[in-house]
Each structure stands twice: as structure tokens, then as C-alpha cells.
């Protein structure tokens, strides 16, 4: 197992005690919300009240070693709490510009325990998708760096939305974890990146012959469009 995120709590200010996992309740009736805390270690003896102000700071490692990635902060207004803060309920105020979102954190969790997800298998035209390409863009961010080969291979025979062109071009150009975009304007600016590498590769479409892009049935042709710009080729296989 190795680290993927960094989880530090904080009271006044000061930070109080790390954490390797976090958890956001998925149901609540009312506006408050409950947190769980895997594994917190304090810094030092701490005495927590009622309608304190915690505050969380969430960081993700990146594929660039030691390198964190500011991922959430959030202050939770303590209205109920374990004594060891292995849960934590409470009213959230969110001052910055990203939201809490669980299905993120999942990944990098399952990531921290060297598990591979397997795309294919997430459910179509769900938020899962878009997490785990977000996970992506934290963990690799628009990268310039290929995987060095003159012939790269698409096999679309699972594909049936835009994202999974766009995870097997991720996959196929810059590996596991790799990052080509939410979108076809942001994997447009991905392939910008990557332009003058591109010139005189190849790639092959395999099993295309029956491919149908559900919510975007001109998708893979404007992929094909974009690459075509910086001089690559492409081959055909049903």
C-alpha cells in the first residue's frame, strides 16, 4: 500500500492530528453532515467542544513523487463528535472554490490500496465516470510526456460513450492514470500539449466496425480530426 492522499484536522488554526481516510456520511435528513476519520493520529493531548470549528485539508500525491495536490478544505462547526474524532457531525462552510466529493476521494482510497479500477465496469452516464477522470487530472494533470512508441492501439469494442474514448486515449498515450480531458475542447487542449510528439505517429482503431458513441455519434471522428492536425494516421480494423 502506498499513500495517495493526506488528511490533516485542524482547531484555531493549529493543526491537531492527521488522518489516512475520509468519509462523507451519503445520507443525512437534515443539514448537517457526518464525517468518519480512518486511522487519526493527534500531534498532541486536544480538548475538543461542542460548536468548534474544525477545520479539514485534504491533499492528494501525485505521479511526480512527493509532489501534493490541494484537493478539499472545509470548516465542519462541531454539533456532535466521537472523543477520539473517529466521526465527526456537524454544520460545513465551504469558503474555497472546490465542493466535496466522495466518489474522488473513493478513488484515490482504492488507488492507496494498489487497486486498478477497472473502467469498463462503472456504471453508464453516472457521476463515477466524471470522478475518476477527475481523479486522473489530479493525480497526472495535463501532462507532455508520452509513452514512447510509433503505434498506439484504441480497441473501442466496450466503448459506448465519449469518456471512454477519451480514457482509452488517456490510457494509450500517457498510461495508467492518464489524463486527456472531461470534454472534447479539454482533450483538445491535452493533445495541444502533446503536438509537436505526435507528428509521424500512427495509431490504430480496433474494432470499430459495430461502434456506436450514444451521446456523441460524431465523437470519435472529431477525435480522429484532432490527432489528424499533427500529422498522425490512423488504421482501421473492424
Known amino acids: 500500500m502506498h499513500k495517495a492522499l493526506n488528511i490533516c484536522l485542524y482547531l484555531g488554526g493549529e493543526e491537531i492530528a492527521k488522518c489516512d481516510g475520509i468519509t ?3 445520507y443525512s435528513t437534515t ?3 457526518k464525517f468518519f476519520f480512518q486511522n487519526v493520529r493527534f500531534n498532541k493531548k486536544v480538548n475538543v467542544s461542542f460548536r468548534d470549528k474544525l477545520s479539514v485539508k485534504i491533499f492528494c500525491f501525485t505521479k511526480y513523487k512527493s509532489k501534493r495536490f490541494p ?5 465542519l462547526l462541531l454539533l456532535d463528535f466521537d472523543d477520539e474524532l473517529r466521526w465527526a457531525n456537524g454544520l460545513i462552510n465551504n469558503n474555497y472554490d472546490e465542493e466535496y466529493k466522495q466518489g474522488i476521494i473513493n478513488v484515490f482510497n482504492q488507488w492507496g490500496k494498489n487497486q486498478k479500477i477497472d473502467w469498463f465496469t462503472l ?3 453516472t457521476i463515477s465516470k466524471s470522478d475518476y477522470i ?8 495535463l501532462s507532455t510526456n508520452i509513452v514512447a512508441k510509433d503505434i498506439y492501439i484504441l480497441d473501442v469494442a466496450n466503448a459506448k460513450e465519449y469518456r471512454d474514448i477519451l480514457y482509452l486515449c488517456a490510457e494509450e498515450f500517457f498510461g495508467d492514470r492518464g489524463y486527456m480531458g472531461h470534454s472534447f475542447h479539454s482533450f483538445a487542449d491535452c493533445v495541444l500539449e502533446i503536438g509537436q510528439k ?3 505517429k500512427k495509431i490504430i482503431i480496433k474494432n470499430c466496425k459495430n461502434l456506436v458513441i450514444k451521446d456523441d455519434y460524431f465523437f470519435l471522428q472529431d477525435v480522429m480530426n484532432e490527432f489528424l492536425k499533427y500529422g498522425v494516421s490512423f488504421f482501421m480494423e473492424e
Open 31 to 33: 443539514t448537517a453532515r
Open 24 to 26: 462523507l456520511e451519503f
Open 123 to 125: 456504471p453508464l452516464d
Open 134 to 141: 477527475s481523479a486522473c487530472f489530479y493525480y497526472s494533470s
Open 71 to 75: 484537493l478539499y478544505e472545509f470548516d
Open 198 to 200: 505526435l507528428e509521424n
